[in-house]
């Protein structure tokens, strides 16, 4: 089974720039979520989705910041206007299940490496 | 609150050593999971194991072992006869049962030399 796909693998855009971040979770998972990784605060989480639907985005650093689902299988994270702090690896992850007292694991993408100059 | 420790930021050892990983977490809540993950130089976070806090029982798969102890609040991590492959990030996280967050902690940067 193919397992969560994130694209791209690298981006490096000037500052001020959008930039757009895909992921495609692992058929059949109902919960997708958005994690942002840097040196200094380790892993976040920016969001999450259940069945499309945003359920917290409380992560979510600021108004340039935005997230969608558009259907089961794609969702994107936007980030407009780009700035250098935003630079850090973003992951995607999937589950399916994670109600109360679940405990399946999330299952993480590649990540992708943004570097805002 | 729920909170996750890895007091070790980095380890290094020779190959065929074996290792231990730290990892203290946390809460009060009585229902929780903890799970590790690895997260090699290629970048990307690999599941590897989950435990239920009802669920006590020590955990061995091939080289690796997990140490599961509520007394101490500790959940720690072994490999046995490391390899230069198990040269990674390591990373504990702890979820509650009624919560849907997942913290994870600061993560153990495992180099194993040959």
């Known amino acids: 089974d193919a397992g969560v796909i994130q694209s791209p693998r690298h981006e490096v855009t000037e500052m001020g720039q959008e930039v757009t971040l895909r992921c495609k979770p692992i058929?059949?998972?109902?919960?997708l979520f958005w994690y942002r990784q840097t040196m200094m605060r380790g892993l976040e989480l920016l969001i999450y989705?259940?069945?499309?639907?945003?359920?917290?985005d409380s992560g979510m650093p600021e108004d340039r910041f935005s997230a969608k689902m558009p259907n089961a299988s794609f969702s994107t994270l936007k980030i407009q206007p780009s700035e250098p702090r935003d630079s850090a690896v973003y992951f995607c992850?999937?589950?399916?299940?994670?109600?109360?007292?679940?405990?399946?694991?999330?299952?993480f993408g590649d990540g992708t490496r943004l570097s805002i100059l | 609150a729920q909170k996750v420790t890895q007091a070790q930021t980095e380890i290094s050892v020779v190959e065929k050593e074996d290792v231990t990983l730290d990892c203290v977490y946390e809460?009060?809540?009585?229902?929780?999971?903890l799970f590790w993950y690895k997260q090699p130089p290629s970048g990307e976070l690999v599941f590897l194991i989950r435990r239920n806090s009802f669920d006590e029982q020590n955990e061995i798969s091939g080289r690796y072992s997990w140490n599961f102890q509520k007394s101490t609040s500790s959940f720690n991590f072994t490999i046995t006869a490391s390899q230069v492959v198990d040269s990674a990030v390591y990373f504990c996280a702890l979820r509650l049962g009624n919560n849907n967050d997942m913290r994870f902690g600061a993560g153990t940067r495992l180099t194993v030399k040959p």
């Open positions: 058929s059949g998972h109902d919960y």
């Open positions: 992850a999937s589950t399916a299940r994670w109600g109360a007292n679940s405990n399946q694991p999330q299952h």
């Open positions: 989705f259940n069945n499309n639907v945003p359920i917290d």
């Open positions: 809460t009060r809540d009585t229902t929780y999971y």
